[in-house]
Structures are given as C-alpha cells and as structure tokens.
C-alpha cells in the first residue's frame, strides 16, 4: 500500500534545471572551462561540491583550486543561481504537479521532497508548495548525495514508513539510481532510454498524467 511519494525538486516540480546549467555555464567561461547542456545532464540531481568537481574534472583542472578557493567559486555559482530564481512564481509549477500534492495530501499519503537543492525550501514557498510537503529533506542531514540511497532513506524515515511502501519521482540518472538503491518503485520523468537504463520502474515524458491512481497502480 502507498504510504509516501517522495519528490525531486528540479525537472520534477519546476524547472529550476535551466538556472543551475546558466549559472555553473556562467561560472565555468569565468575560469576557462566551457561546458555545454549535454554535460549538464551529469550534473542533474548531484550536489553543488560534487557538480563543481565534475566541471573541474571536465576542464582539466581537478586540482588548480584549494579548498577554500573551491568553496568560494560555489557559493558564487550560488548567489547567481539565487539571482535567477527571483523571478520563479506558481505559474512555473510543472503540469499535474499540484493536483498530484492535493490528492497526496487528501488521501492520507505523504509526500517528501527529496533534493539535493539546499535551495529547495525557497523555491517551494516561491511556488506556494510548502504547506503540501510533510517533510523536506535537507541535503545536510545525510551523508552522501545521490545516486547513495541516502536522501530517499532519510526522508522515508522521518515519515515513518517502509521503503517498499515508497514511491519515488525523478527526473535524473543519478536520482533514479538512489531511489532503487533505497529500496522504492522509481517513476522517472525525462527521457526513456537514459532513466530506464538507471533502473526507472516506468518513465513519463512529462508530469502531465502523474495522479494518485496511476502511482497506486504501481505498488
């Protein structure tokens, strides 16, 4: 029996993913590393230090940075990101994504949000999503971001519910990944091939026919 959904935050209820890739683009031109939206794709679901390293990886200069140097350069990427968010209203909430949180909340299910986005409490008050979320999972609380079952785990325990009463919704092959690793049916948003490949149970090219029937069905 369904007892929690637990949700991405970018590519699943808004697409906050363009801010981040025009950001750390941004970012990148600054230090002479350029990286374009397939290489982005890597960086989706994965924390802002691991996202970093991947693109100074990328670039070649893995170690041209101290730590301190490293977090200065993510907290600029940050600002920026934050910068871009001012704009983000309820109209940027993805298709099917509220009423899927009404029903969630109506029926007695909860829902969690599972990001690696220590920006996510923020953008769900910019969205008015906050009051339809019975937990937020701070990526702090956990020891290893996705594709580690970690985040899926924490958020699944602070409801108090099983993980194989859990379902999962993503958008990334490193979020999928975490939510099999914990134990839970994964709905992948995107791309078929990418998220079937990572282990999604079943993949929608959108959030448009996402309800609470259709992921009932699933367990």
């Known amino acids: 029996m369904l007892k929690a959904v637990l949700l991405d935050l970018d590519g699943v209820i808004t ?3 363009a801010y981040h890739y025009l950001a750390w683009k941004e970012l990148g031109s600054e230090i002479g590393i350029e990286i374009d939206s397939e290489f982005n794709e890597q960086l989706k679901g994965v924390s802002r ?11 070649g200069k893995a170690h041209a ?3 301190e140097e490293k977090l200065g350069l993510a907290a600029k990427k940050n600002a920026r990101y934050v910068q871009l968010l001012e704009g983000i209203t ?5 298709p099917g994504i509220e009423g899927l949180l009404v029903e969630l909340r109506e029926a007695g299910v909860y829902a969690v949000l599972a990001s690696a986005s220590k ?20 990526p702090d609380e956990v020891a290893y971001g996705k594709p580690a079952p970690d985040m899926f785990l924490r958020g699944a325990a602070a409801v108090s519910v099983s993980p194989g009463q859990c379902i999962g919704i993503e958008d990334a092959q490193a979020g999928i990944e975490a939510i099999k690793a914990a134990g839970m049916i994964a709905v992948g948003i995107g791309s078929g091939g990418l998220l079937s490949a990572a282990g999604a149970d079943v993949v929608l090219p959108t959030t448009e026919t996402l309800s609470l029937a259709f992921l009932q069905l699933l367990l």
Do not use: C, K
Request: aromatic share 12%; net charge negative.
């Open 119 to 138: 920006n996510a409490p923020q953008i769900l008050a910019s969205l008015r999503l906050t009051e339809y979320f019975d937990y937020i999972v701070d």
């Open 65 to 67: 940075f101290t730590l």
């Open 15 to 17: 697409d906050t993913a």
């Open 49 to 59: 230090m691991e996202s970093l390293d991947r693109i100074l990886r990328h670039g």
């Open 90 to 94: 309820p109209a940027d909430i993805y």
